[in-house]
Nanobody, 124 residues
Framework: QVQVVESGGGLVQAGGSLTLSCAAY????????MGWFRQAPGKEREFLAA????????NYADSVKGRFTISRDNKKNMVFLQMNNLTPEETAVYFC?????????????????WGHGTQVTVSS
């Protein structure tokens, strides 16, 4: 089974940008569609974006459409989330996940393997 590890989180000012990375180990990510989620304290885990195994298809939550971009590099076994124009309300732990059934979200329960997350803090 695949293991995923997120990185790239940190502190950014409101209106700023950040790119998150997700490195996969143990198996090629070509076997999976991949997604990004986030969870703020006291809130449900929220779907952000997903990408098909080839990268040809993507799906975004309305809240991030036009500001976030998901991409993948299968040769490097990595997935990325470019985030622009961040707001303080988007402070959360951001998670990468893999779906062996190639779904594109938004249901988090269809994703099988999860990382431990990376903290993103947006200051006002």
């Amino acid at each position: 089974q695949v293991q995923v590890v997120e990185s790239g989180g940190g502190l950014v000012q409101a209106g700023g940008s950040l790119t998150l990375s997700c490195a996969a180990y143990g198996e090629t990510i070509e076997n999976y569609s991949m997604g990004w989620f986030r969870q703020a304290p006291g809130k449900e885990r929220e779907f952000l974006a997903a990408i098909s195994w080839s990268g040809a298809d993507t799906n975004y939550a309305d809240s991030v459409k036009g500001r976030f971009t998901i991409s993948r590099d299968n040769k490097k076994n990595m997935v990325f989330l470019q985030m622009n124009n961040l707001t303080p309300e988007e402070t959360a732990v951001y998670f990468c996940a893999a779906d062996r059934d190639h779904g594109l979200g938004p249901n988090r329960h269809t994703f099988d393997y999860w990382g431990h997350g990376t903290q993103v803090t947006v200051s006002s």
